[in-house]
């Protein structure tokens, strides 16, 4: 089975085509674009947006030679929001099987409080309770008559989600499941130990912070802050007056935080870019550096009033395209209140493939989910289309789809075949009967012809 894994961004768009078997999860193509037609995280041009995803997309397959049979989206956090509700069931036979895990899910479901014109992308179970005995990491095969369970329900706007599916069905592809982006780099990064101490995962993208907080068996809190790396960009701009595009040149020439050089550069002057400005390196690390403060303070601002903070033992793990200026773990590890702070890229210990795609943060969110679509998820959860997942489950993939698809094209092609041929037979059947009477003509001609000469030959 293909994987396909689609981080549509504000910057650039990522396609990674993993394959699955038996030995595992492999990547086998990998393409990136510029993304157009999308800003903080929200799509405002959906052809423009397609042509990204398409791009993207092509260079994956031309790179991996096959074609996908599973295609799972990132949504951004920041147009996702969350409740949490709790569903009881009972349990006639005494005994917890998939189906009652199912029921209870489900039921939490819809007991939830869902905000009109709201849909849901995933309902995480993050704790059982069966019967009186709390704390149950997994209720399966267990005695009981009651089972309850904690859902941590993480919900999007209906027309974000048809947006995002519209611009996806443009590039001619068929989206399978939706994931919450900072869900899927949780998954490509955390290990064992930062899930089960509890850990805040938060992915530092272009133009949105996406941060999930892991605690018990699944994510317990998301959120999103709309500042990114190309924040940085703009303020580089507007400060040195130079253009975007140069900007966007400093920012990775100069992504060191320590860097207090008295070196002078010469930089294009916005609106004539023949004529150049002198700038101090210092300058432009002072600019950046303000910039990543500011973030940082405000990100430690909302996890501090955040009760479920202080369920994350393991820590804080920062992944994305911004943190690769050099500092960034010390400079955040001073605001985070001392909490232990670590840059994370993928680990590739879940899948083979190629090592730079892993080293690169930008990647993780699209790695997370290929790992989503090959089966690394928590325990229980509905899926975006409210279908339980879970550990063993039975695949069904497109590729039945197009077995159908082929089916009804065979079924199509025989229904014509069967017209043609009935047209022939039709045609024989006309061109018998014609046969036939000038069959008979011919008789009747030749008999009138013959007694003409009988008659003759008597006088």
């Not at 590739?348 to 790992?371: P, Q």
Request: proline letters at 2%; a negative charge; glycine letters at 6%.
């Amino acid at each position: 089975m293909n994987i396909l894994g689609i981080d549509l961004g504000s910057i650039q768009t990522c396609a990674i085509l993993a394959q699955k078997s038996e030995e595992g999860l492999k990547i086998i193509g990998f393409g990136k674009s510029k993304s157009n037609g999308i800003k903080k995280g929200a799509i405002t041009n959906i052809e423009l947006a397609s042509k990204s995803i398409e791009e993207a997309v092509a260079d994956a397959q031309m790179m991996s030679g096959v074609h996908y049979d599973k295609v799972i989206v990132s949504i951004s956090g920041a147009y996702a929001k969350s409740v949490d509700s709790i569903g009881v069931v009972n349990i006639p036979n005494h005994e917890i099987g998939i189906k009652e895990i199912h029921r209870a899910v489900s039921t939490a479901k819809h007991t939830a409080n869902i905000p009109n014109g709201y849909e849901i992308i995933h309902v995480l179970p993050y704790n059982f309770k069966v019967n009186d005995l709390e704390h149950v990491e997994d209720p399966l095969g267990m005695s009981g008559n009651r089972l309850e369970v904690s859902t941590h329900i993480v919900i999007s706007q209906e027309v974000h989600i048809k947006n995002l599916k519209k611009a996806v069905e443009l590039a001619d592809l068929r989206v399978d499941n939706i994931v919450l982006s900072g869900y899927a780099s949780s998954i490509a990064c955390f290990d064992d130990s930062e899930k089960e101490l509890g850990a805040i995962l938060i992915d530092m993208g272009g133009a949105v912070c996406d941060m999930v907080i892991h605690a018990g068996n699944s994510i317990r809190y998301n959120e999103c802050l709309q500042i990114g790396s190309v924040n940085i960009t703009n303020d580089l701009s507007i400060a040195l007056h130079t253009p975007p595009k140069e900007a966007e040149k400093l920012k990775l020439n100069y992504a060191s935080l320590a860097q207090n050089e008295n070196s002078i550069i010469q930089i294009p002057y916005m609106g004539d870019e023949k004529r150049k400005n002198e700038v101090s390196v210092e300058v432009i690390s002072n600019v950046i550096y303000a910039r990543i403060e500011e973030t940082i303070i405000i990100l430690a601002k909302m996890l501090s009033d955040n009760a479920c903070a202080n369920q994350a033992g393991a820590g804080i793990v920062l992944t994305g395209g911004m943190t690769k200026f050099a500092g960034l773990d010390k400079l955040a590890s001073a605001y985070f209140d001392n909490k232990a702070v670590r840059i994370a890229t993928a680990k590739k210990d879940t899948m083979d493939g190629f090592k730079e795609i892993f080293e690169d943060a930008e990647n993780s969110c699209a790695i997370g989910l290929c790992l989503y679509g090959g089966g690394h998820f928590t325990p229980y959860e509905l899926d975006s289309n409210e279908k339980l997942r879970y550990k063993g489950e039975p695949e069904f993939i497109n590729k039945q789809i197009k077995q159908n698809l082929t089916i009804e094209e065979h079924e199509e092609e025989n229904k014509n075949f069967e017209e043609i041929f009935q047209e022939q037979r039709d045609f024989k059947d006309e061109k018998t009967e014609l046969t036939k009477v000038e069959t008979k003509k011919d008789k009747k001609s030749s008999f009138m012809h013959n007694f003409w000469n009988k008659l003759i030959n008597q006088f």
